[in-house]
């Protein structure tokens, strides 16, 4: 009978623990959707659009985010134009991905923020 009660308790945990490492994906960084392009103000070559809205994505790490360190500009601009497919936009100008690193004591946290206009070509 303790043994079983010994299983059940590794089953739980084992599946807490599951659930927390699925649970806090934010992105999904292999997607194969067909997403938004980014254009240059110049490429829009005098085309008529509608500005759909400001997007703004915003990750906060606490100590190192080993996760993003190789490639944070990556990150932001597949996690600007996910967001734009949302909103139905046809493209992306002026995208923008900035990090800032403050120290609350000993443990220093950074903002990574990525941002740009969605558009829809009129």
């Not at 190789?70 to 992306?92: H, N, S």
Request: glycine share 8%.
């Amino acid at each position: 009978m303790r043994s079983l009660h010994i299983i059940r308790k590794f089953f739980l945990l084992a599946l807490l623990v599951a659930s927390v490492l699925t649970g806090c994906a934010l992105l999904n960084m292999n997607s194969q959707g067909e997403y938004p392009p980014f254009l240059s103000l110049e490429e829009l070559n005098s085309r008529p659009y509608a500005r759909l809205g400001r997007i703004q994505v915003t990750r906060e790490a606490y100590g190192t985010d080993s996760v993003l360190m190789p490639d944070i500009k990556a990150w932001g601009m597949e996690a600007i134009r996910q967001e734009a497919e949302k909103m139905g936009a046809d493209a992306i100008i002026q995208p923008e991905v900035t990090g800032r690193t403050t120290s609350y004591g000993l443990l220093p946290s950074t903002e990574y923020r990525a941002s740009g206009v969605a558009i829809k070509f009129k």
